[in-house]
């Protein structure tokens, strides 16, 4: 449902069973499915092919339809994109349910190409200021560019949308980057005929989130834990930003803490679990940054509070700090 394997699992120990995984490989088969079984779409939303499925079985679709209002916001803002003769840029990873589901709406109704991060981007612009010949494009946007895109016709008018838990302000590097691009080529007075003057599509709890670690970013900390799932988009770049200044530490739950001397935590950009021992700083007053992913709960961040304070026999219980700001 969400990117929260704690989540997901206490769903799973309530008898819901789940499609497909988050690279969209199959778990139950669609002929297995039949219009009495309730089936809820995520948050994410899904792919125009997966509803058609659902609809020519005849399962109730919108009844248990919980995408995001922000995610179906950016899709209205793709059709109108398209509506008005745009290409839509896509902002995201390519094989995130979001971005899979955002892009078939996209392409359904423009020329639409996704985009991974700044250097794609570029690598885009090439194509756009003529550097690089078209034949290429196949080769360097396989699997990522709608059906009949020509990068000569295609790229002459543009719009950036982006997946919503993407960073924020590499959205808007990005789009930046189209605008400048398009007034070397176009002119400055020609703008708006050529970018499309979109704003930021990021969902209100992503965005709160990237500014709220901003903030913390100012504190002066021995280290940080990031709470969320490690298939988390958002999560991963709350990880990226306090990684900026403190020692990190990404885990999914108070159960990776092992000990005060020993950690278990995911290494995103590789993709794999590392041990770390006194990741504690050995002294009387640490200061430890706390954060977590959009959709992990409240209670998997306070089972990890009440776990790393356990360590610190000394410390004032939770409550009577919390008294004391009242």
Known sequence: MIHNQEVNNDLQSRGIQFIMDTDGRQF?????????DVVIIPAFGTTLESEKLLLDKGVEVQKYNTTCPFVE???????????????????????????????SHSANSAASVIVRNM????????????TKPGNK???????????????EQHLMRVGVVNQTTMLASETQAIAEYFR???????????IKKHFADTRDTLCYATNDNQNATFELLNTDADLALVVGGYNSSNTSHIVEL????????????????????????????ERR????????????QVKIVLTSGASCPDTLVDRVLLKMTSYFPNSRSVEEVMSGLL
Do not use: Q
């Open 28 to 36: 139950i088969p669609w002929d297995s499915i039949t219009k009495d």
């Open 73 to 103: 916001k950016v899709w209205n803002r793709a059709d109108k994109l398209g509506r008005d003769d745009y290409t839509v840029i896509i902002h995201g990873k390519p094989k995130h349910e979001e971005t899979r589901a955002t892009f």
């Open 119 to 130: 250097d794609e981007a570029i690598l885009l612009g090439e194509y756009i200021a003529g």
């Open 137 to 151: 494009f196949n080769e360097d946007f396989a699997s990522r560019y709608s059906d009949g895109f020509d990068p």
């Open 180 to 190: 400048n691009l398009m007034m070397e080529k176009y002119g400055e007075e020609n």
């Open 242 to 269: 306090c990684e900026r200044k403190f020692p990190t530490y990404f885990i999914n739950s108070e159960n990776e803490i092992k000990s005060a001397e020993e950690i278990h935590h995911f290494i995103y950009n």
């Open 273 to 284: 679990k590392e041990i770390t021992h006194n990741f504690i700083p050995a002294k009387e």
